[in-house]
């Protein structure tokens, strides 16, 4: 049955399609979007390829839950913007939102958002979430060599963009 398999795949990864998700797109509901995931894997549960590992394709789901969750904040984002609200600074000064990211990890996210896109989803999936080449590639439908590469180069961006905040702190 479609909703056991689901629910199984829920409690085995939940926590780790939470994580990413947290990475990806920082603050806000994150738990709305892990159930979002797990709604869409159940409409797309035909289009799952049992070749393919559950792990990957549910990975899929939440990098496109995520870049949907990212043009939609854009757009609030630019709603506000052009009405003056100043609703951005509001929405990252929240206590709830320093609670959730210790200052470590805040840093960590700030340089991690300020990479290029590609550069952030690989460093996400392979660095953060130790997922392999193959995963990685799967998910991003990239092959395997573009995944090293890209890997290599976004750990040097990676470490160039913390090293100059780091710079500015001192």
């Known amino acids: 049955m479609i909703s056991d398999k689901i629910s199984e795949w829920?409690?085995?990864?939940n926590k780790d399609i939470y994580h990413f998700l947290l990475y990806y797109v920082g603050s806000g509901d994150i738990d709305d979007?892990?159930?979002?995931?797990?709604?869409?894997?159940i409409k797309g549960f035909d289009t799952y390829k049992s070749k393919s590992s559950v792990k990957t394709w549910l990975f899929s789901i939440a990098r496109n839950v995520a870049?949907?969750?990212i043009r939609k904040r854009k757009r609030t984002r630019l709603r506000n913007v052009l009405s003056f609200t100043g609703y951005e600074a509001k929405e990252r000064n929240t206590p709830e939102n320093q609670l959730q990211l210790n200052e470590d990890n805040l840093v960590l996210y700030k340089v991690i958002n300020s990479l290029k896109p590609n550069y952030r989803d690989v460093i996400i999936l392979r660095a953060i979430k130790e997922l392999s080449v193959s995963e990685t590639a799967d998910i991003l439908q990239w092959n395997e060599n573009k995944v090293r590469i890209t890997y290599h180069?976004?750990?040097?961006?990676l470490r160039e963009k913390k090293e100059?905040?780091?710079d500015e702190k001192d």
């Open 10 to 13: 829920f409690y085995q990864y």
């Open 33 to 41: 979007l892990v159930q979002e995931v797990f709604m869409r894997a």
């Open 67 to 69: 870049l949907d969750e």
């Open 153 to 157: 180069r976004a750990l040097i961006a």
């Open 164 to 166: 100059a905040i780091q």
